[in-house]
């Protein structure tokens, strides 16, 4: 499927590195919680809490 994605909008996805370094910058300090895909949602310079449930994600990406 597509999705749409507001210009003002800004999405960064990255796989965890070979170490446990930051893969980049912006995700230092936000490490993945119990060995599982973690999202963090960051909005106007704010990070929400880090979610690991797809559906929660799916809430959190979905609010304006």
Same mark, same amino acid.
């Given at each position: 499927? +597509? +999705?749409?994605?507001? +210009? +003002? ?56």
């Amino acid at each position: 499927g +597509s +999705s749409e994605v507001c +210009s +003002s909008d800004v999405q960064v996805v990255a796989a965890k590195g070979k170490s446990d370094e930051a893969v980049l910058p912006l995700l230092e300090n936000r490490p993945q919680i119990d060995g599982t895909g973690t999202a963090y949602v960051c909005r106007r310079f704010v990070c929400e809490a880090p979610v690991t449930d797809p559906a929660e994600l799916a809430a959190k990406l979905n609010q304006r």
